[in-house]
Structure formats: C-alpha cells, structure tokens
C-alpha cells in the first residue's frame, strides 16, 4: 500500500524547478549537500517503501514505481523477479517534460535518480544500480546482494 | 524519477538543508530568476490580468482549493487549502517551519519587476491558507497594508515596496 498516492492534475513544471535545484545546489553547496537531501528524501520522506525494505519487503517500491511512472505518462517497463526489480525506462518524463519545456537538461539531473534510490536501499538487503542507456532511457535495478 | 506529486516534499528537504546553511533567500531568489521565464513577460505586458491567467492555469495544474478575483485594480488571490503546504504536511519528514516563505521569496521579487504591488498575509506556518492582495496602484496597496497590519501580527504581513 502507497503512503502517498496522490490524483488529479501533474504539475510538470516541477521538473524545471528540480533541475534548476539540482544545479543550484551541486554550485554553491556541492555534491555532497545534494546527496544529502536525497538521502533525507529516501529515508524520511519514503520511510515506508525504506522501512519495508529494511524487512525485506520491496512491495511499496513496485507499486510506488508502477502508479507513478504511469502517472507521469512515462514509457516504460517493470520487470519483477524473485529478488530483483528491474525497471526499463525508454522515455524519463522528467527529462521529456524538460525538453518540451525547453529548458537545458542538467548534467547532473540524474544524480536525482541515482541518489534517491541508492538512499532508500541503503542499509537494507537490497542493492541498485542505474546505467544510462541515452538521453532520457534508462536502466534502474534493484536486487538482492545474492543476484548481482 | 522524484514524481511531479512529490518535488514539494524534495523542495521542503532543500529549504531545511539551506535553512541550516544560511541559504534560503539566495535560493529563492534562484527561484524566481527561474520563474522570470514563465512569468515575466506575460506580468509586465498583461499587468493584473497576466497574473489572474497564471493563476488560472495554477490553481488547475496544481489542484489548489482557491478563489482568484479581478477587479479593476486589485486581484485577490485567496488560497483556502495550499495544495504545497498540506503535502509538506502530509508527510513523514514533517514539513520545514519555513515552508511557507518560498512563495513570498520568489514572487514579490517578480512583481516589483513587473511594476505591481503586492500585499501578503500569509496566515501561519502551519495553515494551509494564505492571501494575495496584488495592485497596479502603490496608493491602493499601501491602504490594504496598513489595514491588516493593525489586525495581523507583523511578521504575517509582508509587501514588496
């Protein structure tokens, strides 16, 4: 079960404002004040999907990664196994709504993905990785240490 | 991915980090640069009525509970339920005793740009709800300022003259 589930109206500007955070914040405070927001976000915020995961439930993070990259129309697939979770993401709709904004996308956008989940896995028995495919594709896998 | 749903509760860490760094007005002001974008133009040409059509298009994209009124020199932007702030809320990081200075950090710069006045009640850090009292007349704005701030603790009333 979701602790957010949010409906009604996107508001995709957001991803602008992340962007320009992203950037803002790695200028002025560093890499290390950006990871550490990103820790913050995916051990408190998502306490839930974290905390199930410290017990070895990785159940909120499907359902989370499922309503939500459908949510934001994003072309994708989730591929769930035993002790592995590997989501294929051809079209990111944050780095889509960027271009159709025509904002510049940060060179460090993807830490935002990178950061998050390594936070929200970290300390538990799951592990993930991230390898960019091109510009806006991506690969995110979550698996236990005994799959790698 | 943060999800659209959830950049508020990404933006309410932020504010707490660069709260504790001494950081937050550069970073609102970071912000409304970012808005000047969206804004800007449409404000300066559009006067009262640019800002009423952003609004419009806000109070939509963003499931804001508000009443939005245009008059001939005033628009009133009255948020009864802060879609923002009740997710930053509603939330098991607990929302930054400052959340809600970023609104007024980033938009009365944005109006003195555009040559509008603007008066902010912003009724607690811990209530959803706020008031915008936003004129193309100083005269106007410094009448609706003086009268809340004889009701309003100080603090709650800001302006951008």
């Not at chain 1, 935002?112 to 993930?128: D, R």
């Not at chain 2, 806000?58 to 802060?82: A, F, G």
């Not at chain 2, 929302?95 to 009640?121: I, Q, R």
Request: aromatic letters at 12%; one cysteine or more.
């Amino acid at each position: 079960m979701l602790r957010y589930h949010e409906t009604g109206e996107l508001a995709k500007d957001f991803h602008g404002t992340l962007n320009t955070t992203i950037d803002y914040i790695i200028k002025n405070y560093g890499q290390d004040t950006l990871k550490k927001i990103f820790d913050n976000m995916g051990q408190k915020v998502y306490k839930s999907i974290h905390t199930k995961l410290l017990n070895d439930d990785p159940s909120e993070l499907i359902e989370h990664i499922a309503y939500f990259f459908n949510r934001e129309g994003a072309d994708f697939d989730l591929n769930i196994k035993t002790n592995e979770i590997i989501l294929t993401v051809r079209q990111c709709p944050a780095i889509a709504a960027l271009n159709k904004m025509g904002f510049p996308v940060s060179p460090h956008f993807c830490l935002s993905t990178i950061y998050l989940n390594n936070a929200i896995c970290e300390g538990t028995q799951w592990k993930t990785e991230t390898t960019k495919t091109g510009k806006g594709s991506c690969i995110q896998r979550f698996y236990k240490e005994a799959n790698k | 991915m943060i999800p659209s749903d959830h950049f508020v509760r990404f933006y309410n860490e932020v504010f707490k980090e660069l709260d504790t760094l001494g950081g937050l007005s550069k970073y609102y002001h970071e912000i409304s640069k970012l808005q000047e974008k969206h804004c800007l133009e449409n404000f300066q040409k559009n006067g009262l009525q640019g800002v009423y059509n952003y609004y419009v298009q806000v109070k939509h994209d963003e499931n804001c509970i508000m009443d939005i009124e245009l008059e001939k020199h005033c628009l009133t932007l009255r948020m009864n339920v802060c879609p923002s702030l009740s997710k930053a809320m509603d939330n098991d990081a607990g929302a930054s005793p400052l959340y809600c200075n970023h609104c007024p950090g980033w938009v009365l710069p944005l109006y003195t740009k555009a040559g509008l006045y603007n008066v902010y009640d912003k009724m607690g850090q811990t209530n959803p709800q706020c008031c915008e009292y936003v004129y193309d007349d100083l005269k106007l704005a410094k009448e609706k300022y003086d009268q809340l701030s004889k009701t309003k603790p100080s603090d709650e009333i800001l302006k951008n003259w």
